[in-house]
């Protein structure tokens, strides 16, 4: 059974840090690309990262320099280091796993094939 589950959230300052990991279980992560998605309050859920199997990485574009996605398959991990927090980050955070080709908008929910649960995160000023 393929298992994603997002965690390390929690409420900060802004201009703090936190770091996000993303634990899976149920499936080889070498073979697998492993996105990024948050959902504000009242928002649509809105792609963040994207690490291919080879360690490829994409970023929405505003998130550039300050969030670095990176993943540790000997761990099943993957991670979403997020600096400079601002309140505008403040959302639910979920990660997505897909072993299809890579081809198709990696910046898609649909380009996933499995979804975990995810973990809030609080930015306050």
């Known amino acids: 059974q393929v298992l994603l589950q997002a965690y390390g959230g929690g409420s900060v300052q802004s201009g703090d840090s936190l770091r996000l990991s993303c634990a899976t279980s149920g499936f080889t992560l070498d073979y697998y690309a492993i996105g990024w998605f948050r959902q504000a309050p009242g928002k649509e859920r809105e792609f963040v990262a994207v690490i291919s199997r080879a360690s490829a990485t994409h970023y929405k574009n505003l998130l550039k320099g300050r969030f670095t996605i990176s993943r540790d398959n000997a761990k099943n991990t993957v991670y979403l280091q997020m600096n400079s927090l601002e309140r505008q980050d403040t959302a639910v955070y979920f990660c997505?796993?897909?072993?299809?080709?890579?081809?198709?908008?990696?910046?898609?929910?649909?380009?996933?094939?499995?979804w975990g649960q995810g973990t809030q995160v609080t930015v306050s000023s």
């Open positions: 997505a796993a897909r072993n299809r080709a890579w081809s198709g908008n990696w910046y898609e929910s649909g380009f996933y094939d499995y």
